[in-house]
């Protein structure tokens, strides 16, 4: 599955946190996106992470 910048996912089907993609193809590797919480919380900040079993947020 392919993800496009802005949208929001979790790190798998059951996931509870939300995330926002901020970049894609991170590094020039297809299968990893830079991420980021959408909820602020203090010590939030991007992430690279697999998409491997990353879904849409609903």
Avoid at 1 to 16: D, K, Y
Avoid at 34 to 55: D, H, K, N, S
Wanted: zero cysteines; hydrophobic letters at 40%; proline letters at 9%.
């Amino acid at each position: 599955m392919s993800f496009e910048v802005g949208a929001h996912v979790r790190l798998h089907a059951n996931g509870e946190t939300v995330f926002q993609v901020l970049e894609v193809e991170y590094m020039g590797d297809p299968e990893r996106v830079l991420i980021q919480a959408v909820e602020e919380t203090p010590g939030t900040y991007p992430w690279p992470a697999r998409t491997t079993f990353m879904v849409p947020a609903e």
